[in-house]
């Protein structure tokens, strides 16, 4: 059981170089997130998508961008990175947003020098 | 804008005890509150409370909801190495369906 499915696990970045984050899950859910973790911040909601096609804005939306490629696969790309996006970013997924059950991936780690 | 606080912040307990993990909240449509246990990696998902479901248990964990205080408590009762973890509150609000963490709360237990 796959569910989701994060990559890469770990990356290292030069403040300005761009990359992409990979998300995909295999539950066949509507709703998909990205969330960043900082010490002392909790979790805090980056973008999300309701459905294939939609993306919307979450608390922290600045220096990203997104994409909802299909129903499995959603993206985060941090354009021209900057040291205040080191961080753990964490996919998720949820069949039913009503239900507040979401299913994590397992962290992304990433470190802007 | 929706607002979470947990406390106490971090909690260093002996196995076997009990301990309590507090949540407040304010939101402007509350639907739900959540508890996730965030071990090494990913979050998962414990309890959900609703207006219509305010307490929830299972094994040796419990939760209740106090839509008056806007506030939960989840207890662990009997603790054991495997519950040290954080331990994370969110809120849904009706309108937007958009979950809102607190910083979590991190529970040590030493054997």
């Known amino acids: 059981n796959a569910g989701v499915t994060q990559t890469p696990k770990f990356q290292v970045l030069k403040t300005g170089q761009s990359m992409t984050l990979q998300c995909a899950q295999d539950m066949n859910h509507n709703s998909m997130y990205w969330y960043r973790q900082d010490p002392g911040m909790g979790l805090r909601l980056i973008y999300y998508?309701?459905?294939?096609?939609?993306?919307d804005k979450g608390e922290v939306p600045n220096g990203y961008n997104v994409s909802r490629l299909n129903k499995r696969e959603f993206s985060l790309r941090l354009e021209s990175a900057a040291p205040s996006q080191t961080s753990v970013y964490f996919c998720?997924?949820?069949?039913?947003?009503?239900?507040?059950?979401?299913?994590f991936g397992e962290g992304s780690r990433l470190t802007v020098l | 804008e929706d607002k979470v606080v947990q406390s106490p912040l971090s909690l260093v307990v002996h196995e076997g005890d009990t301990v309590t993990l507090n949540c407040s909240y304010e939101?402007?449509?509350?639907?739900?509150l959540l508890w996730y246990k965030q071990e090494k990696k990913a979050p998962t998902f414990l309890f959900m409370l609703t207006s219509s479901g305010i307490e929830k248990k299972s094994g040796r964990l419990s939760s209740i909801l106090d839509k008056k205080e806007l506030s939960s408590i989840l207890n662990i009762t009997a603790t054991q190495t495997g519950d040290s973890a954080i331990y994370l509150c969110?809120?849904?609000?009706?309108?937007?369906?958009?979950?809102?963490f607190g910083t979590g709360t991190r529970l040590t237990i030493i054997p």
């Open positions: 939101v402007t449509n509350f639907r739900s």
């Open positions: 998720a997924s949820s069949g039913d947003p009503t239900t507040g059950e979401l299913f």
């Open positions: 998508s309701a459905s294939e096609g939609t993306t």
């Open positions: 969110a809120v849904i609000n009706f309108g937007n369906e958009k979950l809102t």
